[in-house]
């Protein structure tokens, strides 16, 4: 064999596994996966192999919140600017991207907010028990890539909570659809008043389970109405990871 007939071989050999690589990459982002049936939370695991943690893993969200002794911790700071942003159906669940320039500050080090989403009922749990809806505000470290997800129960009143309204009118009931939300969203009216939190290490509640989550559940609920829920359940009821073992990690409370 010539040296140039053994490069080319070896040339389309590494080709292949490019390509091997890129097929193989291409199924996993693409596995499907639900909340029911064989694609539901209990199968995610098996799907691909990229979503091994959702069954391998020893830092898995959510959890169960029971007793947390509450102890000194820092506060969470929020910058939440009033921007315009998208929201879309991104068929697990109703999400709105945000425009660069909001973050919130933990241990000193910045986050930047890129995104809410809904969950219904509540993936996290207070003593066993679900609340109707809860919220997701994803940040991440620009630096080192790690997550910091603030988590708030969403629970039901008799009036409209007119901060979420913008949010509500505009959800687009089919996956894949998005849209630009009408007006600039005042995000820091989406949070409750007092913002003590509850905090543990653990994962993304979805497919791949990644676990780079920081996770600040505020301990106060916010209030929306009986037909705000319903409008979120008619798109999604159901879209919740069961709760995952705490294991070894700490669960701490933040004394108010
Ligand atoms: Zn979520």
New binding site residues.
């Given amino acids: 064999m010539t040296k140039k007939i053994r490069f080319a071989l070896l040339a389309i050999a590494l080709m292949n596994i490019g390509l091997f690589v890129a097929l193989y990459a291409a199924l996993a982002a693409d596995a499907q996966w639900g909340y029911d049936g064989d694609q539901g939370p209990a199968y995610w695991g098996a799907l691909s192999p990229e979503f091994s943690l959702c069954d391998d893993g020893s830092a898995q969200s959510p959890i169960d919140i029971d007793e947390a002794s509450a102890v000194n911790l820092v506060e969470l700071e929020f910058n939440y600017r009033q921007t315009v942003n998208n929201i879309v159906n991104n068929g697990h669940t109703i999400q709105v991207d945000i425009a660069a320039g909001s973050h919130i500050v933990y241990n000193g080090i910045r986050y930047d907010l890129l995104q809410f989403?809904f969950?219904s009922p509540s993936?996290h749990t207070i003593g066993g028990e679900a609340a109707p809806m809860e919220i997701?505000f994803v940040h991440r470290d620009p630096n080192s890539g790690a997550l910091a997800v603030v988590g708030v129960m969403l629970t039901e009143s008799e009036a409209d909570n007119e901060a979420y309204a913008p949010v509500f009118e505009a959800m687009p009931a089919a996956a894949g659809e998005a849209q630009a939300l009408p007006a600039p969203l005042a995000l820091d009216a989406l949070l409750p008043q007092t913002r003590a939190y509850y905090t543990y290490n653990g994962s993304l509640?979805?497919p791949p389970c990644s676990e780079i989550a920081r996770w600040l559940l505020l301990d106060s609920p916010v209030e929306l109405s009986a037909g705000q829920i319903a409008a979120f359940k008619s798109i999604y009821d159901g879209n919740a990871r069961p709760v995952q073992p705490l294991g070894k990690r700490d669960l701490l409370r933040k004394r108010r």
């Fill in positions: 989403h969950h993936e997701h509640t979805t």
